[in-house]
């Protein structure tokens, strides 16, 4: 089964005089429980490729089709709903309410989409163990180290059960030893749920690990390989 269809996105943008194609007719397909990686030099269109898969952003032809949805013929609200519950986003800037801990933060999300409270409390303790923060769940973002931090904000992605993790340079603000954990612990929830995740990065040490590497430039898929993902 087809995780994610993409047929001919294109996505302009207007810089000054001209015009700039983010993304220029790309075709992609990925199947429900791989681990891509998109790699490719700053500007090449990856960030823009993941807002179209996660519908945050229009696009000016083509077609998106996100977990049986077709994603440009839903309206905002459809588009909302749909990244409420089928996809889980993970980005460079940990993007947590500082105000709130660990465990409020999951459980925010989860309150969006009409969770009832001991729900709420149940899941979120489970998902928080599952990424390794057991008894940290107290905590605020402040009190966490950036790889926990990132854990929670796994935790978060993960805790509505979405078919689809979508990740923008989640390693970008980690040391080694915690991008390393990450990229573990993204392949367990990959092997345990059949999660499927496609993940925006420079890191070599990320691209060295996944298992089909797409590599795009000025808007284009340029290569599209499967390799053996080291350990
Ligand atoms: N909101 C915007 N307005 C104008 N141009 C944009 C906008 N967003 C992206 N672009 C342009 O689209 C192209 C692709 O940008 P994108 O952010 O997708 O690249 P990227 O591969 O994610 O780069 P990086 O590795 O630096 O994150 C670039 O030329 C960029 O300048
Ligand atoms: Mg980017």
Request: proline share 2%.
């Amino acid at each position: 089964m087809s995780a994610i269809q993409c047929r001919k996105l294109l996505k302009q943008f207007v810089q000054g005089e001209q015009l700039v194609r983010g993304l220029d007719e790309v075709d992609l397909e990925v199947e429900a429980g791989e681990f891509v990686c998109l790699s490719g030099p700053s500007g090449s269109g990856k960030t823009t490729l993941l807002n179209a898969l996660g519908g945050l952003d229009s696009l000016d032809a083509g077609q998106v089709q996100v977990a049986g949805q077709q994603v440009e013929q839903l309206s905002k609200n459809q588009r909302a709903k749909l990244r409420l519950t089928n996809i889980g986003f993970v980005f460079q800037a940990y993007n947590l309410i500082p105000v709130l801990s660990a465990l409020e933060n999951v459980e925010f999300v989860m309150q969006l989409q009409g969770r009832s409270k001991q729900e709420r409390r149940e899941k979120a303790l489970a998902v928080l163990a599952e990424v390794g923060l057991q008894g940290l769940e107290a905590r605020r973002p402040s009190q966490l180290s950036g790889g926990q931090q990132q854990r929670v904000a796994v935790a978060r992605a993960i805790a509505s059960e979405p078919d689809l993790v979508l990740a923008d340079e989640p390693t970008a603000n980690l040391d080694s030893a915690s991008a390393s954990q990450l990229i573990d612990l993204f392949l367990q929830l990959n092997a345990k749920h059949g999660l499927t995740f496609v993940i925006a990065t420079h890191d070599q040490r990320v691209m060295q690990r996944c298992r089909r590497l797409i590599t795009m430039q000025d808007g284009k898929i340029i290569a599209d390989v499967r390799q053996d993902a080291a350990a």
